[in-house]
């Protein structure tokens, strides 16, 4: 029995390796593990594994889409990625550097409990994209092997199975950790735009050695398109369709925090790690956009219209078509193997993303149980989650599609609106108009989106309701867990412990009145207070008692730390503190003034009439609620010893 529990606590240990502490450590606490950083290029392959293997298909759907405009719909796409979606998330990165997005942008406008439904809507969102990047990506690496020549029909029929094998294999590499998702990542994308920038040159060359192509295809746009407009007008109307194109830029925000910053970066102003980010994003949108352009014009000059179909050899793998059909099986096979390579690891920016995402938000909310700051368990959840959701698809790839373009665009318009508002608050007129078009821009394509593929915004809902489901649920079952970090006393308030020495310490606990000031009434209301409970709980030594009041301030909260002043009002001594829920403030402060004064200490409270299940919602949603017994409960939980718990008492 002692090697299976020396097992399990291993298994244990390993799994919550590297645990994020809390957002604001208390006094004893642990200093947190630093994070391994990498250079942002490197950093830059990991999103990148990503946005980059869209080349894989979004050629060929841009000419299913727009058919011979398709070289000018893409350009449309570069303009909103260049103009748009590039300067939008290069002033997010700025904002927010430690990788929450623009959903902390926006979380700052809104407090309290609409601001964390909010995010929670928002957090869906982007689970809805990152994690059906990860599934999409996998059956899309399915589909080319089990289309691969090569392989023939052996493998027809099997692409669950082979989708749930490359999720798993993408869990076991994140398992081992960043560095060698990094590692992986910089390889791949190096040998993916190689070749395919191979493939492009040698589509360009063709193209320039022959050039009855570009007069061919002319000709057919001047047949079908003779008011040049009208052509601006359908790549205009066509542009949704190839925002897939537009993925990446969420996912380069979230992991900023994996980037290697300057020597004199501090948490407080990391100007290398924004810097490196700004770059990852500008390079990354440059190096795309090329492609994007080149690609596209290829295709459209080079590939058969029939050949793009659905059941053409070119559907959904035009430039593979190109690398069998123009350079040879040998090369075209090593495309083929990129491509699968860099399809599956491409949920590997989406996992990251989720990874740096997820524990920034949920766990500080209390809405998730504390392994969740780890890496291991949580990659072993989104990993299961995958799984459920590539069976439920059935590895469709086109099923998928819908949830997927929802996801990034959303995301997008998110982040657009929240620039823009923040600019607003600086007063910058000029660029406020401009992050306001770009808004428009994203909203509208959004809105197509949805209008066209509503499953999109379906699964999306599902992942919300999801998100939101659990997450109060796991609020409610850490309703009574001790969440205070650290707390400090101001000395005046330590100078009212030394006059209580040396019996224990005795608090009285009363509710603060808002906009409380000294007046004869409050000095009548603390004199009454203090008989009243002295009579009920025949206090010795009255004089040694002291007031406590908790004033409350975001009970959407859930950590926090707390800082608790003294103050003589008249003849009363009152410790005052501010803190999200009033029964952990005052079981966390009784608690400390064990610690320091070796006594457990004594707290009376009122009995609160009323309900007691309103009371218990009261105190989940605002803070307050029945105060005496939530502290005992929270005492109990913290403290098993029942020589070393504070006493409550109540009358």
Request: charged share 20%; hydrophobic share 50%; glycine share 8%.
């Amino acid at each position: 029995m002692g090697v299976i529990e020396s097992g399990r606590h291993r298994v244990g240990g390993w799994l919550l390796q590297g645990e994020a502490r809390p957002s604001r450590p208390g006094p004893h606490t642990h200093p947190p593990e630093p994070e391994k950083r990498h250079p942002w290029w490197k950093v830059m392959c990991l999103t990148g594994v990503d946005y980059f293997s869209t080349l894989g298909y979004q050629p060929g759907i841009a000419v299913l889409a727009a058919g011979v405009l398709s070289p000018l719909a893409t350009v449309v796409l570069v303009l909103v990625t260049l103009l748009g979606a590039l300067p939008v998330y290069r002033r997010v990165a700025r904002e927010s550097p430690r990788g929450e997005g623009s959903i902390a942008m926006l979380e700052r406008l809104l407090p309290f409990w609409r601001g964390k439904i909010f995010v929670l809507v928002l957090l869906g969102f982007a689970a809805t994209d990152f994690l059906i990047t990860m599934t999409l990506s996998a059956a899309d690496a399915t589909a080319h092997v089990v289309e691969n020549p090569l392989v023939a029909h052996l493998l027809d029929g099997h692409n669950v199975g082979i989708t749930l094998f490359l999720l798993a294999l993408l869990g076991v590499v994140f398992l081992a950790g960043f560095g060698e998702a990094i590692r992986i990542a910089v390889v791949l994308v190096a040998a993916y735009l190689g070749l395919n920038a191979v493939v492009v040159v040698d589509g360009l060359r063709r193209i320039a050695t022959e050039p009855h192509l570009v007069a061919d295809w002319t000709r057919l746009l001047a047949v079908q398109y003779p008011n040049p407009f009208l052509a601006v007008a359908v790549a205009l109307v066509v542009f949704p369709k190839l925002a897939l194109g537009l993925s990446g830029f969420e996912t380069g925000v979230s992991v900023m925090p994996l980037i290697k910053g300057g020597p004199d970066d501090t948490e407080q102003r990391p100007a290398g790690r924004i810097a490196g980010a700004r770059r990852l994003l500008t390079t990354a949108a440059l190096t795309m956009s090329t492609f994007l352009v080149t690609s596209s014009v290829v295709v459209t000059l080079l590939v058969p219209a029939p050949e793009l179909a659905p059941g053409g050899a070119a559907n959904g793998r035009a430039l593979a078509y190109l690398a069998h059909e123009d350079l040879g099986a040998a090369f075209g096979t090593v495309y083929d193997l990129s491509t699968i390579v860099i399809l599956w690891f491409a949920g590997a920016s989406a996992m990251a993303g989720l990874l740096n995402l997820v524990p920034r938000y949920l766990p500080r909310y209390g809405m998730a149980p504390h392994w969740a700051r780890a890496v291991r368990p949580l990659v072993l959840v989104i990993t299961a989650i995958a799984f459920l959701v590539t069976v439920i698809f059935d590895a469709d790839v086109d099923a998928q599609g819908g949830a997927y373009a929802t996801g990034v665009l959303v995301l997008m318009t998110s982040a657009a609106i929240a620039v823009t508002l923040s600019a607003r608050r600086r007063s910058r007129r000029r660029v406020v108009v401009g992050f306001a078009v770009v808004s428009l821009v994203f909203v509208y394509t959004t809105l197509l989106n949805v209008v066209e593929r509503p499953e999109g915004v379906k699964i999306a809902a599902c992942f919300i309701a999801g998100i939101i489901v659990v997450s109060f649920a796991s609020r409610v079952v850490r309703a009574f867990e001790l969440r205070v970090t650290g707390v400090t006393l101001d000395d005046t308030a330590r100078g009212f412990l030394d006059s209580c020495a040396p019996g224990p310490v005795r608090l009285v606990a009363h509710e603060p009145r808002p906009g409380e000031a000294a007046s004869p009434a409050r000095d009548e209301e603390y004199r009454a207070k203090l008989a009243e409970e002295r009579e009920d709980h025949n206090i010795p030594d009255p004089e040694k008692v002291l007031l406590v009041e908790v004033r409350i301030t975001d009970p959407s909260e859930f950590e926090t730390s707390l800082s608790v002043i003294g103050e003589q009002r008249g003849p009363y001594r009152v410790l005052c503190t501010e803190a999200p829920s009033a029964p952990n403030a005052i079981a966390a402060l009784l608690l400390h003034l064990r610690d320091v004064t070796g006594k457990p200490p004594h707290v009376y409270f009122d009995w609160t009439e009323g309900n007691p299940v309103l009371h218990l919602l009261r105190y989940l949603f605002t803070g307050q609620g029945e105060v005496a017994p939530v502290t005992r409960e929270i005492l109990r939980e913290a403290e098993p010893d029942l020589r070393r718990r504070p006493a409550v008492h109540v009358g």
